[in-house]
């Protein structure tokens, strides 16, 4: 199972164009069964999906799990996740955070070609304090699900460190991808972004996605991984 995350900026690019269109491009290009999704939706107001669900129809093979509490979103604070269509998701839901400022995780359990495994996508606080707080609520959260599942964690954690901070705690439970750095887009130095599998999964490979549209659609470059079976 391919899997990926992605910071997609809210759909604007290092042009300043929102462009969402672009935005599946770049997916179009990663081809994941799974992806995660951070600033997803609109800051202000209604907090509108960037990817209108007709985008969505019109380009690719993903459906969004209905993690969204407001009518117009796509995720919860930002976080979406899609699926391939053939995907069955078993269970969804929103993960609050504790936060000063709005936070969010969101998780779904999926089937897949007769496979299951839990997701977990999140974009933590930029304040290291909180990002600790927060990455013990998620492996809490996944820790008190009744049904145990191969669980896969992704996201923008924000965190600037190469071994301390939120990843220690996130460390103790999951295996890191070797993703290499994904931010800024246009000349990437640090590993915001991660993605982090449950020991019930095997990382086969896994990377940074720039290409040309890529390094051009968010100030984020997507990352990717193959999982199988531990």
Known sequence: MKVASYNIHKGIGSD??????????????????????QEADRRLGRRVQVIEPRLLDEHGDWKAAPVGLRAASMGW?????????????????????????????????????????????MHLDLSGLWRRRQARAIVAHVDSCSRVMPTVLMGDLNEWSAGSGCLRDFA???????????FHARRPIGR?????????LRIVEAG???????????????????????
Do not use: K, Q
Not at 16 to 21: F, G, V
């Open 208 to 230: 940074v996605h720039s290409s040309a549209t890529a390094r051009r659609a968010s100030d984020h470059l997507p990352i990717w991984a193959t999982l199988a079976p531990a």
């Open 192 to 200: 915001l972004d991660r993605i982090m599998a449950s020991p019930r």
């Open 172 to 182: 103790r439970d999951y295996r890191f991808a070797p993703t290499g750095p994904s």
């Open 77 to 121: 604070h930002g976080n979406a996740i899609l699926v391939r269509r053939s995907a069955t998701i078993l269970a969804c839901e929103p993960i609050h955070l504790p936060a000063l400022e709005p936070r969010g995780a969101a998780m779904a359990d999926v089937m897949l070609d007769g496979a299951s495994i839990r997701v977990v996508g």
């Open 16 to 37: 300043r164009r929102r462009s969402p269109e672009r935005i599946l491009e770049v997916l179009c290009e990663i081809d994941a069964d799974v992806i995660v999704l």
